[in-house]
């Protein structure tokens, strides 16, 4: 019966989420290529993706962005399959068996079908839209001295930043982060007009390298607190501390600076990545037809996909 449940989550992986909605007779809130996308399929998908939060707690603007992210998981499921990309029931044994979630006794059948879907778009990234992205030693030497200050022995922080242009849209954030115990650095690359959006707001500062008002609230935090929303010229900010950064004895510093090479290096690697995945996306988005049914939907869509 195991072998068999198995083999019946290798068989949806495979397809595009709009080919399982038979059955669904929930209202349609999108057609993608002529599929239709039900709306309790959708709301499945953000229940699974939002954990503990209940969906009700998730505002109009989350809603939007998740709704675009499930077309575009959607474009992507339907061009593997299209590739005859899958995964094997081994696969995903093997990622049940490291996920915890997937150990416990409330791990639904449903559960494990996103596991499997979640498995083949990261094969889908990894075998056909990265296949060609390289980065040289003569580019990594170039990033490494284009962030030279970030290998200095100087004391300052690595901070998450949220910024944004609107008192309102800042206070909802620091809402949803403090009350909705809301993934800070999600917030950031989704929200977030600072240019470390990209890193999901993740940046090293020296001491004294931000503008005072920002500095002296910086400097109020411990590891892992969140600060208040603090206003300067640049906009309305929310920081959350992940470390201090405090200099090292000399017998540590050439070890310390081989780490913070290497950490450089990989965090070039992941901005190709990131940029591989993206211009993938925007690729199958430019091919694909795509219309959102507002009247549907249940909320004000303010998402980027709504008729191409």
């Known amino acids: 019966m195991k072998r068999f449940a198995l083999v019946c989550i290798l068989l949806v992986a495979a397809l595009p989420a709009g080919c399982r909605a038979r059955g669904?007779?929930?209202?349609?809130?999108?057609?993608?290529?002529?599929?239709?996308?039900?709306?309790?399929?959708?709301?499945?998908?953000l229940?699974?993706?939002?954990?503990?939060?209940?969906?009700?707690?998730?505002?109009?603007?989350?809603?939007?962005?998740?709704?675009?992210?499930?077309?575009?998981?959607?474009?992507?499921?339907d061009e593997a399959a299209r590739?005859?990309?899958?995964?094997?029931?081994?696969?995903?044994?093997?990622?049940?068996?490291?996920?915890?979630?997937?150990?416990?006794?409330?791990?639904?059948?449903?559960?494990r079908e996103e596991m499997a879907r979640d498995l083949l778009v990261e094969k889908y990234y990894r075998q056909i839209a990265l296949r060609d992205v390289r980065v040289s030693p003569e580019e990594v030497q170039q990033y490494i001295e284009k962030n030279q200050s970030r290998?200095?022995?100087?004391?300052?922080?690595?901070?998450?930043?949220?910024?944004?242009?609107?008192?309102?849209?800042?206070?909802?954030?620091?809402?949803e982060v403090i009350e909705g115990h809301r993934d800070f650095a999600s917030i950031a690359r989704l929200h977030s007009d600072a240019p470390n959006a990209e890193q999901n707001g993740l940046t090293r500062y020296d001491d004294g390298q931000l503008p005072d008002v920002l500095e002296r609230a910086v400097q109020q935090l411990r590891p892992g607190d969140v600060?208040?929303?603090?206003?300067?010229?640049?906009?309305?900010?929310?920081?959350?501390?992940?470390?201090?950064?405090?200099?090292?004895a000399p017998e540590e510093r050439r070890s310390q600076l081989d780490d913070?090479?290497?950490?450089?290096?990989?965090?070039?690697?992941?901005?190709?990545?990131?940029?591989?995945?993206?211009?993938?996306?925007?690729?199958?988005?430019?091919?694909?037809?795509?219309?959102?049914?507002?009247?549907?939907?249940?909320f004000p869509y303010t998402g980027q996909l709504r008729h191409n």
Not at 31 to 44: G, L, S, V, Y
Not at 47 to 58: F, L, P, Q, R
């Open 24 to 45: 669904d007779h929930s209202p349609v809130i999108a057609t993608i290529n002529a599929h239709d996308i039900h709306r309790d399929e959708f709301e499945r998908f």
């Open 47 to 77: 229940a699974s993706k939002m954990g503990d939060i209940t969906t009700a707690d998730v505002s109009d603007s989350i809603r939007s962005q998740m709704l675009d992210e499930y077309l575009k998981r959607w474009l992507v499921l």
């Open 83 to 111: 590739m005859g990309l899958s995964v094997t029931s081994a696969e995903i044994e093997q990622s049940a068996q490291d996920n915890p979630q997937m150990k416990s006794s409330v791990a639904t059948a449903a559960t």
């Open 151 to 175: 290998l200095t022995d100087r004391p300052g922080f690595l901070v998450r930043e949220i910024r944004v242009q609107s008192r309102e849209e800042s206070d909802r954030l620091h809402r």
């Open 227 to 248: 600060s208040p929303v603090i206003e300067s010229n640049y906009g309305f900010h929310i920081f959350k501390l992940e470390q201090r950064i405090l200099p090292h």
């Open 260 to 298: 913070r090479r290497a950490q450089l290096t990989e965090e070039l690697i992941a901005r190709r990545n990131q940029q591989g995945v993206d211009k993938a996306i925007e690729r199958l988005i430019s091919q694909a037809k795509i219309q959102i049914t507002d009247s549907a939907l249940g």
